[in-house]
């Protein structure tokens, strides 16, 4: 499956952004979702987890209560609905998938995409 991230830009402190993250390929296989990120030095890091019937969800502490995932499978998209971004939100973010894994261990999902950049300046 091929994993194609979309939505990201410039932004102001706590202002709003939704990342897009559109499968394409083999979606006939149940995936398992995450979002990644990524700061300048700094290592890959979990955002959020969905499964793939969408009932079950998963946040990094630091996002959660601001951030939402979701997903549409008739639209094979998820998404992540990014509010009151602060400037430590400031990275690459990545949208990831796995047809057997879910989880916040990076190593464990096998498809990812090319990452969309979020600026969110002070």
């Known amino acids: 499956v091929q994993l194609q991230a979309s939505g990201g830009g410039s932004v102001q402190a706590g202002g709003s952004l939704r990342l897009s993250c559109a499968a394409s390929g083999r979606t006939s296989t149940r995936y398992y979702m995450g979002w990644f990120r990524q700061a300048p030095g700094e290592d890959r890091e979990f955002v959020a987890a969905i499964s793939w019937s969408g009932g079950k969800t998963d946040y990094a502490d630091s996002v959660k209560g601001r951030f939402t995932i979701s997903r549409d499978n008739a639209k094979n998209t998820v998404y992540l609905q990014m509010d009151s971004l602060k400037s430590e939100d400031t990275a690459v973010y990545y949208c990831?998938?796995?047809?057997?894994?879910?989880?916040?261990?990076?190593?464990?999902?096998?498809?990812w995409g090319q990452g969309t950049l979020v600026t969110v300046s002070s």
């Open positions: 990831a998938a796995d047809p057997v894994h879910s989880g916040r261990n990076r190593q464990q999902y096998y498809y």
